[in-house]
């Protein structure tokens, strides 16, 4: 079947730390690969994507690179900010086998000032 | 702004009287879906409309129900909720093709 598995949170850092959040998945397609952001009361938003394997999806000094020969999709930022304070979700989508977003079980990552 | 808008944010019922929850878009998508978050987990999928197509999850308990009158609004009904519904409920929607879902910001069900 399909899954995504992240590493287990929380994960606390001082500010301006480097940030790895692993996402590792299995599919039996050709997933599309996403992080999404959700901060405390809120909803999910999207974080950045990668449609094809070695794309690399950005945003906001966070970045992760679709690894195909290792289905992996980790999340990195070289410098975390107090706001990053949030759970990060990694999610694939297969669009030929319905479109359901899978996602990881999240990761928390509290940052410090 | 093209969104999708869920409302209320904060949504309070009493142990099995009916709740309904709703949902808009000015996205214009063609699929929309209803999540139930529980505290500290991932969004799980209840249901999903693909246009008028109605999809319902194997494990989605029959407490639950949607409609979607037209394009922009989809509606949760909860028909008898227990203290165990109590949670997040998060309506997102997609065009169906590569670009992910765009979420709302959700609406904190709690049961009393």
């Known amino acids: 079947g399909n899954s995504v598995t992240q590493m287990e949170g929380p994960v606390t850092l001082s500010e301006e730390a480097f940030l790895t959040i692993n996402c590792t998945y299995t599919a039996t397609g050709y997933p599309s690969l996403f992080w999404y952001v959700q901060y405390p009361g809120e909803g999910l938003q999207l974080l950045l994507k990668?449609?094809?394997?070695?794309d690399k999806g950005s945003n906001k000094g966070f970045e992760a690179t679709y690894r195909k020969e290792t289905t992996s999709f980790h999340l990195e930022k070289g410098s975390v900010q107090v706001s990053d304070s949030a759970v990060y979700f990694c999610a694939l989508i297969i669009y030929n086998q319905g479109g359901k977003l899978i996602f990881g079980q999240g990761t928390e990552l509290s940052v410090k000032p | 702004d093209a969104m999708v808008i869920q409302n209320p944010r904060y949504q309070v019922t009493q142990f099995g009287k009916p709740v309904t929850l709703s949902c808009s878009q000015t996205l214009n998508h063609n699929v929309m879906y209803w999540y139930q978050q529980k505290s500290s987990q991932a969004p799980k999928l209840l249901f999903h409309?693909?246009?008028?197509?109605?999809?319902n999850e194997a494990d989605t308990p029959d407490n639950f129900q949607s409609r979607r009158p037209n394009t922009s609004f989809c509606f949760l009904d909860i028909r008898s909720p227990g203290l165990g519904d109590a949670a997040m409920y998060l309506c997102a929607t997609s065009t169906g093709r590569v670009g992910g879902y765009t979420f709302g910001s959700g609406t904190r069900l709690t049961v009393v």
């Open positions: 990668a449609t094809k394997a070695d």
């Open positions: 409309y693909y246009d008028k197509d109605f999809n």
